[in-house]
């Protein structure tokens, strides 16, 4: 079904500007309600803490929950023409190489977002903390920065390999979610989230049995190699969610192919 085979900056252009066109009311529509929904959370945030104990940390917390939710969320919804037949031919079918539906996918999906939602947090928190501050002057902590949380972040030594680390998790639920989308195409988020806590549950069970059988506890720990330090262990875990985010794209990219073969 694959019409080119070669990679082309053009036709991913031309991809993206139709799915523009096509989706550009939904986009507004989305935005808007974002937006609204942000407002009148944060309104009722600071009502709580009666306008009074809230800053940049409360700000923050908020961000974080819903960048990981809707995040989450929003890649689950990648390759949307897989969740019928009739969509998934037409989709299969457009003049484009399966590298650069995959791209387009992956650059809309994930990498977008990833930069369109703080940029959109920070208008509307510092617009709604602007105007409730003008009606109640109780708000005095209403400017939200990115840059004063990230200075918290980094004095509390969040740096090197950790901020790798920081980085290639909140990926790997992006990216989860996005291959789950590309292999299931009915309910693609809960099927994920469930394959994903047999996956953990599993490896948990395996690695208590591993430990109870070997008697790990009563090895010496310092020439054990199942013990390393804290910062051998966050290098180790950063290179393990790195290996596992790159076969998860490799998995979503093979799904692809499946289809068009």
Request: glycine fraction near 6%; proline fraction near 2%.
């Amino acid at each position: 079904m694959e019409t080119n085979h070669s990679f082309s900056f053009q036709r991913l252009m031309l991809l993206g500007k139709q799915s523009l066109i096509i989706n550009k009311k939904l986009i507004g529509i989305s935005l808007a309600g974002f937006a609204g929904t942000l407002f009148m959370f944060l309104v009722f945030f600071q009502f709580n803490s009666h306008f009074r104990n809230w800053g940049n940390s409360g700000y923050m917390l908020t961000f974080t929950f819903l960048f990981f939710v809707l995040g989450m969320i929003y890649s689950s919804l990648s390759f949307p023409a897989f969740r019928s037949k009739e969509k998934s031919m037409t989709f299969l079918m457009l003049p484009a190489s399966a590298t650069e539906k995959f791209v387009f996918e992956l650059l809309s999906r994930i990498v977008v977002f990833i930069f369109i939602m703080p940029v959109a947090f920070w208008v509307v928190a510092n617009l709604e903390g602007a105007l409730v501050h003008s009606f109640i002057p109780e708000l005095t902590n209403y400017k939200f920065s990115f840059g004063k949380a990230y200075s918290e972040m980094t004095a509390q030594g969040v740096e090197g390999w950790l901020k790798f680390l920081f980085i290639q998790g909140i990926l790997f639920v992006f990216i989860a979610s996005f291959t789950g989308a590309s292999h299931f195409s009915k309910s693609p988020l809960l099927k994920t989230m469930f394959t994903f806590s047999i996956i953990v549950a599993g490896y948990a069970f395996f690695s208590y049995l591993l430990f109870k059988g070997l008697n790990i506890r009563d090895y010496n720990a310092g020439k054990n190699i199942f013990f390393m330090d804290k910062d051998d262990s966050i290098v180790f875990g950063a290179i393990a969610i790195t290996l596992i985010n790159l076969s998860l794209l490799a998995i979503s990219w093979f799904k692809l192919k499946e289809k068009e073969a």
